[in-house]
Nanobody, 122 residues
Framework: QVQLVESGGGLVQAGGSLRVSCAAS????????MGWFRQAPGKERTLVAA????????YYADSVKGRFTISRDNAKNTVYLQMNSLKPEDTAVYYC???????????????WGQGTQVTVSS
């Protein structure tokens, strides 16, 4: 079955950096758009960044533009989110997701990981 497993979350001070990873299995990874979402306590899950199947197209939420970078390695079935200049408001559970959707950015994601906690202290 399809599995998306996030790793790399943790506690970091404001202004610091962190990279989270998502390893995928059970699907043709290079055929899927991959996205990173986040959900803070009491808030809705929102899209942070997405990357097209080839890695040449990326989408970023306004709140993270210039600070976060999404990338993928199709040979390793892994997608990454490099987070720089972190702020306390970036604190959330970060989820990766896979979408087989021709729309950009995708509207419907088919598979989800369990999430990894990122906490930014002030």
């Amino acid at each position: 079955q399809v599995q998306l497993v996030e790793s790399g979350g943790g506690l970091v001070q404001a202004g610091g950096s962190l990279r989270v990873s998502c390893a995928a299995s059970g699907l043709t990874f290079s055929s899927y758009t991959m996205g990173w979402f986040r959900q803070a306590p009491g808030k809705e899950r929102t899209l942070v960044a997405a990357i097209g199947w080839s890695g040449s197209t990326a989408y970023y939420a306004d709140s993270v533009k210039g600070r976060f970078t999404i990338s993928r390695d199709n040979a390793k079935n892994t997608v990454y989110l490099q987070m720089n200049s972190l702020k306390p408001e970036d604190t959330a559970v970060y989820y990766c997701a896979a979408a087989y959707d021709y729309r950009w950015p995708p509207v419907k994601y088919d598979y989800w990981g369990q999430g990894t906690q990122v906490t930014v202290s002030s």
